[in-house]
């Protein structure tokens, strides 16, 4: 069975930055798109950015040109770069296959405030 692990999140102001990482088990790492999804309190989870398993990014418009995703295949990793962040990008933070599966991890908190 899969398992996705988040982490990085935290507080931080508008205008700072943080980076996300998620360790992803259970599943031939190298073969899959995968992605990174947020649900901000009372909206639906979106997809912010995915990259394919050859390293090609793909960013919602929301976020292009402040967030960069990678993948490191050889640790099983995939990571979300998060810069010049906005308080509407405030959310829990998830990553997951790309389309997702039915299986999600616990996500990362990211907050952003003054």
């Known amino acids: 069975q899969v398992q996705f692990v988040e982490s990085g999140g935290g507080s931080v102001q508008p205008g700072g930055s943080l980076r996300l990482s998620c360790v992803v088990s259970?599943?031939?790492?190298?073969?899959?798109?995968l992605g990174w999804h947020r649900q901000a309190p009372g909206k639906q989870r979106e997809l912010v950015a995915r990259?394919?398993?050859?390293?090609?990014?793909d960013y919602a418009d929301s976020v292009k040109g402040r967030f960069f995703i990678s993948r490191d295949d050889a640790k099983n990793t995939v990571s979300l770069q998060m810069n010049s962040l906005k308080p509407e990008d405030t959310a829990v933070y998830y990553c997951?296959?790309?389309?997702?599966?039915?299986?999600w991890g616990q996500g990362t908190q990211v907050t952003v405030s003054s």
């Open positions: 259970g599943i031939i790492f190298r073969v899959y798109e």
């Open positions: 997951n296959q790309s389309p997702p599966t039915n299986y």
């Open positions: 990259i394919s398993h050859r390293g090609r990014p």
